[in-house]
């Protein structure tokens, strides 16, 4: 049983954390992007099975949870992978960005870095958000990546203050897309398998026997429909 700990970034009132409004007049809220990954990625992961999740925010934005709550929460769960959704600012309203996915920069654990790479490169191959930046593989002191006891990412999903990325990261579409990937590396790096399509459409009859004498059929089938059980006679030519 593989675990997974997943958190979107900070809480729908986090101040500051926002579309630039020039770029998008709603002004959509960094944690709004954040968490409508973090559900789809849960939605496609439960096609799966092979693996437990924790959640370690509030699904529903309303609760202020600490990032030192989030990585104890991850910790005493024994999470196996920890993702944090987050999206970046820092072009202020200029062209480029794209994703950028962080590690802890003193993790000496390769298989961090394994999880660093193959999620960039996922997120890449779905969403095409390659962007400018010179580190894209980029670590960092971030408390999420130096805390957890696990393997740890944070991607930076786009930029919320560029002219190129903001259109992008609104859409629905770019959502499902970024979900697409990290739910791909998770279930082919933890090897989780599809669960079985339910059979509902086949049928198990019970054949109970044949006679030579028609009469003997009728008997039969007569003493059936007396104890509740469908039955029919239905001719048949050898
Ligand atoms: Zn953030």
């Known amino acids: 049983?593989?675990?997974?700990?997943?958190?979107?970034?900070?809480?729908?009132?986090?101040?500051?954390?926002?579309?630039?409004?020039?770029?998008?007049?709603?002004?959509?809220?960094?944690?709004?992007?954040?968490?409508?990954?973090?559900?789809?990625?849960?939605?496609?992961?439960?096609e799966y099975e092979g693996y437990s999740l924790l959640r370690t925010d509030d699904r529903n934005g309303e609760k202020e949870i600490t990032m030192e709550e989030r990585v104890a929460a991850a910790n005493n769960f024994g999470a196996e992978l920890y993702i944090s959704i987050h999206h970046n600012a820092g072009i202020m309203g200029g062209k480029g960005g794209g994703i950028v996915a962080y590690v802890y920069g003193k993790t000496k654990n390769p298989v961090t870095l394994e999880w660093q790479k193959d999620l960039y490169d996922a997120l890449i191959k779905h969403t095409g958000l390659k962007g400018n930046r010179a580190t894209p593989l980029a670590s960092s002191n971030l408390y999420e990546c130096r805390a957890t006891a696990m393997p740890a990412v944070l991607l930076e999903l786009g930029f919320m203050d560029s002219a190129t990325d903001v259109p992008v990261i609104l859409s629905e579409e770019y959502a499902n897309s970024c979900a697409a990937a990290i739910t791909e590396v998770i279930v082919k790096r933890a090897g989780l398998t599809k669960k079985p399509a339910v059979q509902s459409d086949t049928l198990y009859r019970v054949q109970v026997g044949a006679f030579r004498v028609k009469k003997n059929a009728e008997n039969l089938a007569q003493e059936l429909k007396s104890k509740g059980y469908s039955a029919i006679v239905r001719e048949e030519q050898k």
């Open 1 to 46: 049983m593989f675990k997974i700990a997943l958190t979107a970034g900070h809480y729908r009132y986090t101040a500051g954390k926002r579309c630039l409004k020039k770029l998008d007049p709603n002004e959509t809220r960094e944690w709004v992007l954040n968490n409508r990954i973090a559900n789809k990625v849960e939605e496609l992961l439960a």
